[in-house]
């Protein structure tokens, strides 16, 4: 008989929801991914590549050229340096890249911290290395890490942290503060860490996003990584990268290199030409996105919905506290059906959901689909 190694998994929440909303004909707001389309030049470009016949394996680490397009845009934008040939991953997704970064450098018994709700993927990583997820959950109502408590559950177990910023599912970003007493933390304790950045371009109200990569500690410790999914809006292209030290990049290859070997390739050259041709294109995300945000948060004006605008990330958090005692994945279900508007529970992404009426809306839609999908909510 087969013996589960995950056996409290089951199928995601994000497959759950997307198919739940495609079966009842409801507005799909669960899960995280732009119903618009992306840029028409880099859609020509793939189509370009492919038909010129780049369909045959890239190396390895990535295609040179896309590795040296994303030094250049770390050095752009985030004055960061980092060198393509020994330091940055091109990888099918950012889920991989957390994958291979865990599996990489966790054995038996190693304890990695995760902070309380976190992305689905991070525990499952962790328990397949045979590592121990120490769970530790996140400040109620603001969603900050209490420092102070997170030191407090670092064991001479201990080999990593992950973190993730801006944040999913609950749109909260680490002020620098935050990071930097991480980065003191990894200094002290000799601590991994993942962060993962993958929303790192859609921040709102003018807020900064800083990158683990600028903080000297965290840039010799960390496996940060990135998704072009969300920085260009092709989430199913499944393209990510990683940047990590020498030494780390150079153990998460190894794992990479038989998980996956390679990402696509023409998706790769896609992605190169698109970003030197356009390299501020990442910076028009967030007025495009905060718009959507607002859209959707000022059509719920006068509703029963208590909301604090998202600071980061595709995610509107909605409070329905004044409106029913329900569980939240229960809620999800029922209002997907009726008024039909689809949305993400947040007690999945806990392993001790606290009292808390939250559910998870992503405004990465056309415009019309909020307004629309606000006036039904609007209606409960
Ligand atoms: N991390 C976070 C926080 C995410 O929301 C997602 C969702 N897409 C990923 C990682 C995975 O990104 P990718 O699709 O590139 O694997
Ligand atoms: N990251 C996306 C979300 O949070 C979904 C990705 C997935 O379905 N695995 O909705």
Known sequence: MLQSKLPAVGTTI??????????????????????????????KALARHALEGHNQYAPMAGLPELREAIAAQLARHRNVECDPESEITVLPGATEAIYCAIT??????????????????????????????????????????????????????????????????????????????????????????????????????GRVHYSALQFDALRAATFAVFSFGKTYGVTGWKTGYCVAPPALTAELRKVHQFVCFVAVTPVQQALADFMCAEP???????????GKRDLFNRALTGSPFRLEPSAGSYFQLLDYTDITDTPDAQLCELWTKDPGVASIPISVFYQQPPEQHLLRFCFAKQDAVLQQAAERLCKI
């Open 104 to 205: 990489a450098c966790i054995n038996l018994g190693d304890e990695v911290i995760l902070l309380d709700p976190c992305y689905d993927s991070y525990r499952p990583a962790v328990l397949l290395a045979g590592g121990v997820p120490v769970h530790i959950p996140l400040t109620p109502g603001t969603f900050r890490p209490d420092w102070a408590r997170v030191e407090a559950a670092i064991s001479r177990r201990t080999r990593m942290l992950v973190v993730n910023s801006p944040h999913n599912p609950t749109g909260a970003m680490l002020e620098k503060e935050d990071l930097e007493t991480l980065n003191a933390l990894v200094a002290n304790y000799g601590l991994l860490v993942v962060s993962d950045e993958v929303y790192e371009y859609l921040v709102y109200d």
């Open 280 to 290: 501020d294109y990442p910076l028009t995300l967030a007025a495009l996105y905060q």
């Open 14 to 43: 994000f497959t759950r929801m997307s198919a739940l909303a495609q079966k009842q004909g409801a507005l799909n707001l669960s899960q995280g991914f732009p119903d618009f389309a992306a840029p028409e030049a880099l859609r």
